[in-house]
């Protein structure tokens, strides 16, 4: 449902537009769940990237753009540490 709102919004409106971005965020939020952290990033960047250049990078909705790039990453970091964690209990 994302994908496809984000692609006629890119269609009428054009590419990198802030509105753009509050789409790349909730696409990635939904793979973000699903579980696809890989894609969720590429989404969450492209996001922040906008809004950083229209908004500049102490705007909230630019902060909020770099939250979720700070929740990929921690819940990256517990994926990885629950990996490492089974693997030295199985040694």
Do not use: P
Not at 12 to 36: K, M, Q, R, S, W
Not at 48 to 60: F, P, V, W, Y
Not at 69 to 84: C, E, F, H, I, P
């Amino acid at each position: 449902m994302y994908r496809r709102a984000l692609m006629l919004h890119e269609q009428v409106h054009g590419v990198n537009t802030v509105e753009a971005a509050t789409l790349e965020i909730n696409l990635g939020a939904a793979l973000l769940a699903a579980g696809d952290a890989a894609e969720s990033k590429r989404h969450f960047q492209t996001a922040l990237d906008i809004r950083c250049k229209h908004l500049g990078e102490e705007h909230a909705l630019t902060q909020t753009a770099m939250k979720w790039m700070v929740k990929l990453q921690s819940k990256n970091d517990l994926t990885r540490a629950a990996s490492d964690a089974s693997k030295t209990e199985g040694s």
